[in-house]
C-alpha cells in the first residue's frame, strides 16, 4: 500500500498479527495442569476484562475468586448435577445421552484459579441502551470474559467456559443477593496444549458452520 494511503490510526502490521492470532487461537479449554495462575498474570486478566465496553457504561460484571478447595468442590458438583440433567434432556431430544456423557464439559477441579462471573443486582436502575434489550447487560459481562479469554490466551493460559449449573443453587452457594445472577463458571490455568480446534469439533460432537452462512445482505436469507 502507498505510505501515504496508511491509516494512522491502524496498530502496526505485527500487533495485528498478534491480535488476529489470539482470536485464531483461543479456545475454550477442559483440560489443565494443576499448577498455580501468578497473582500478577491474575490481575492483569481482571484488568483486560474491566476494559469491556458495557451497556451505558454499567459496567456490570461482578466476579468472585473462589479460594476455598471446599467449596471449589461444591461449584463442581453442582455442575456434575446439571451435567447429568443436561445428558437426560439431550437423550430426550436427540438419543445423544451417552455420547455427550463421554464429553469432557469442565476443568473445575484441576485448573489454578476458578472464577465465577455475575452480572450485578439494582440492573433495573441501568435504562441507557436496555429499554427495548434488557439482556444488554448479560451481552456486556460477555465482552468481559471474552476480554478475559484472549487476554489469558494471550498469557499462554487456557481458560473453559462452564454455564452447566442451575443459577438459584450457585447464587445461594456464594452468597449472590437475589437480584444478581451467577453466568459464567471461568476455569483458567496452565495446559499442557492448547486444541488445534474447539474440542467438540476435535471429539466428533459438532462442526462448525462456515461463515458465508452468516452474514447476509439488506435482507434475512433463509
Ligand atoms: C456462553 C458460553 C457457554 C459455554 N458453556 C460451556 C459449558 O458449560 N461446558 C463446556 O464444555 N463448554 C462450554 N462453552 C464452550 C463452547 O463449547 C466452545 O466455545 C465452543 O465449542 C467452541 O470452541 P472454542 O471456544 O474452543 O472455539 C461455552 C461457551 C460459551 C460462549
Known sequence: MPEKMKNPNAYNPSEQRAIYRVIAERRDMRHFRNDPVAPEVLQRLLN??????????????????????????QIYDLVQDERLRTAKAIGEQSQRED?????????IMQCGELLVASLCDHREDHIFGR????????????????????????????????????????????????????????????????????????????????????????????
Not at 455420547?99 to 476443568?107: P, S
Not at 429499554?131 to 493460559?157: F, H, K, Y
Request: aromatic letters at 8%; glycine letters at 8%; hydrophobic letters at 50%.
Open 99 to 107: 455420547e455427550f456423557m463421554r464429553l469432557k464439559v469442565e476443568g
Open 131 to 222: 429499554r427495548t434489550i434488557p439482556e444488554m447487560d448479560l451481552a456486556s459481562v460477555c465482552c468481559a470474559i471474552q476480554n478475559l479469554w484472549l487476554a489469558a490466551r494471550a498469557e499462554g493460559l487456557g481458560m473453559g467456559w462452564v454455564s452447566m449449573f442451575e443459577p438459584v443453587s450457585l447464587g445461594a452457594l456464594l452468597g449472590i443477593p437475589a437480584g444478581a445472577k451467577p453466568v459464567a463458571i471461568l476455569c483458567i490455568g496452565h495446559v499442557e496444549a492448547f486444541y488445534q480446534a474447539p474440542m467438540l469439533v476435535e471429539e466428533g460432537w459438532a462442526t462448525e458452520r462456515p461463515i458465508s452462512e452468516m452474514v447476509m445482505e439488506n435482507r434475512w436469507k433463509p
Open 48 to 73: 483486560a476484562a474491566h476494559h469491556a465496553p458495557s451497556v451505558g457504561l454499567m459496567q456490570p460484571w461482578r466476579f468472585i475468586r473462589i479460594t476455598d478447595i471446599a467449596l471449589r468442590k
